[in-house]
Structure formats: C-alpha cells, structure tokens
C-alpha cells in the first residue's frame, strides 16, 4: 500500500507539470466579467494594501498556494520551496492530501514545512471520502499535531476517485461525518473540491454544519478525471473518462451563487486561476482569498528565485488593477461596483 500512494503522488505531479491535464473546453468563467476603469482613481499607488485576515491572523496577501503535493521524494523539494515562499511573500500555504503521513513514515517530513514557514497559516489536507474508509478522529488530531497547521480541509474528489485506478467511491452519508468531524477538532475545519466546483446549494449544506471556510475550487484548471485517464491503465475508466473532459462547475459561478447562498461564510476561490487579473476578478465577486495550484507548481520547478517573482508579478498585477479601479484596500475591492459581467 505503501508503495503504491508514494509512485501515485509522484506521478501526480509529473502529470500536472503537462498540458494535458487541463480540462477540454473549459474556462473558470472569469472572462465573462471585465473592470470598467477609473481615470481618477484618487490613490497613492504606494498605498494600495493586499493586506487580508485569515483565522483571525493578519496576513500580507489574498493570496494561497492550493492544496498540491507531499508524500513522494520530489515533493520534499516543492514544499520546502513553496513554504519558505509563502512566509516571504505572506500567503496561505495549504499542503497536499496528508492521509499518507499514516500510512508511511516514508516522505512523511514532505508535509513538516512548519520550520520554513513559521507565520504564515497553514492547511492540513486529507480527502473527506477517507472519513467513510476508518480514518478517525484520533488520526486526523495526529497530523495536526505533526503538521503544526492552523486549519483542517477535507477535499472533495468523487469524479477523481470514480476513475483513479486506486479509487475510493463510497461518499454515502459523508455530511454528518464532516460535521462530527468539525466538533471534535479544535481548528477550524474547511472543504475544498478539487476542480470540479462547489456550488451553492452544497456551500449552504456544508455551512451549516459547522465548516469555517470553503474553497470552491471551480472547474478551468485542471481537470483530476483528465490525470487519472493518464494515469489508469484500466481501457474502459480510461475511455469513460473521455465524456468527463469538459465537467464541473466553472469557478466564477461557484463563487457567485457560494456568495449568495451563504454570504457570511469565508470563501476561497481557485480552479483556473493564472493571473492577478483572475484574482481580481474572484475577489470583486465575493471570494476572501484566491488560491494557485498548478501554475504555482511549475514554477517551484525551476528555481526558489523564480518562484518568488511570480509570486511577486502576481501581487503586482493585483495592486494595478485595483489602481485602475480606485480600490486602495482588498475591502473595497470586494464592494466595487466596476465589475461589469
């Protein structure tokens, strides 16, 4: 068993650094919606503040690195990077699926980034599907502890998991799981999906059991059927996986209706973010923080100095659009009504 989910978490990130892995015709929605501009904005550029709460916790940026990878030896290397690029830069780090740390103590420190990141929050991750296959309470306090993070998301993949050759597809009755599960931890408890989107009528169910945060995380990145069609060596998941190219819910409507059907639960938005210009947009529509996956990990391939000016570039993107619209604050931008769509 052991064997088998390190070779899978490092052939997910193999695949996620291709082009393939993107869904067939899908867009996160996003461009539907344009900034009117403001000639007069009445800023000083050097004032604009990115800065945001999170747990009660101040931080630098809107800014997270999704939920991506641990548990395989490239993996040690990419969260290291992306961790000690998160405190510079002042973003959310939320590690990958953290249900290996219990099944091996291979690669285990892949997830123990606490050292590289001692200010930022940081997200604990394992899927919720695993609450209905005996992984307990106990367990999930375990990787608390060994992660030092701040929160707990449970993420929800059950198109992935249809198809992945290693598959775990009993969801039955997992909402009364999630809600035990966020009594009995002491750190706020959040879902995320991971790519397919969560629309409103489920932000509302989850909501009202107690979750603190949810990640919406929209359809127009990449697609996880599309990563494990690559992956399965199954002829008959693989070809059943064609007709799902093009699913979800595209992040920009996931946002939209989680805004209105539960307005004061804190909303993270990724699926298909690239840019500032994105983030600007999820932000406007009601999102508290944007989050980066595959976009982010590409570039903790190439070089810690690299990553820290994308990073940068991100932030800078950010900070002009608001210039352009005369929002000196991540609060104003919220409430701007020069988003036109």
């Given amino acids: 068993m052991s064997d088998s989910i390190h070779r899978r978490k490092a052939e997910h990130i193999e695949w996620c650094l291709t082009d393939e892995v993107e869904g067939d015709q899908v867009t996160n929605g996003l461009e539907r919606y344009q900034f009117r501009h403001n000639a007069l904005p009445e800023l000083d550029f050097q004032q604009i503040d990115l800065t945001t709460t999170f747990l009660q916790r101040d931080i630098k940026t809107p800014f997270l690195i999704s939920s991506m990878t641990g548990g ?12 000690q690029a998160a405190e510079e830069r002042g973003w959310i780090f939320a590690l990958g ?3 290996v740390m219990m ?13 590289y990141a001692p200010s930022i929050p940081i997200i604990a991750n394992i899927g919720a599907v695993q609450l209905n296959y005996g992984f307990t309470v106990d367990q999930c306090k375990q990787i608390l502890e060994w992660t030092e993070a701040d929160a707990f998301v449970l993420h929800l993949n059950s198109i992935q998991e249809v198809i992945q050759p290693e598959g775990d597809t009993n969801f039955a009755h997992l909402l009364l799981k999630i809600e035990q599960l966020c009594q009995a931890l002491d750190v706020p408890v959040g879902v ?24 919406v995380a929209g359809a127009g990145g990449t697609s996880w059927s599309q990563v494990e069609k ?11 996986a064609e007709a799902l190219a093009s699913w979800g819910n595209p992040t920009a409507s996931c946002i939209v209706e989680a805004n209105r059907s539960v307005p004061n639960q804190k909303v993270m938005a990724s699926g298909g973010i690239r840019d ?18 595959r976009s982010v990990l590409k570039q903790s391939m190439h070089s810690y100095d690299a990553l820290l000016e994308w ?26 009504d020069r988003l036109l769509g």
């Fill in 97 to 99: 699926s953290t249900r």
């Fill in 276 to 293: 500032g210009l994105d983030a600007a947009k999820a932000l406007a529509l009601g999102a508290d923080h944007v989050g980066f996956a």
């Fill in 72 to 83: 395989a030896a490239l993996a040690e290397t990419i969260n290291r990077h992306l961790a």
């Fill in 311 to 336: 990073m940068e570039i991100r932030e800078w993107e950010l900070r002009m659009i608001m210039f352009g619209i005369g929002a000196g604050t991540i609060q104003q931008l919220q409430t701007t």
């Fill in 192 to 215: 995320k999906e991971v790519g397919f989107g969560i629309d409103g009528e489920i932000a509302k169910k989850l909501t009202d059991v107690g979750v603190s945060f949810i990640d």
């Fill in 103 to 115: 099944e091996s103590e291979h690669f285990r420190s892949s997830f123990q980034i606490r050292t």
């Fill in 230 to 240: 690559l992956r399965s060596k199954e002829r008959i998941k693989k070809q059943a």
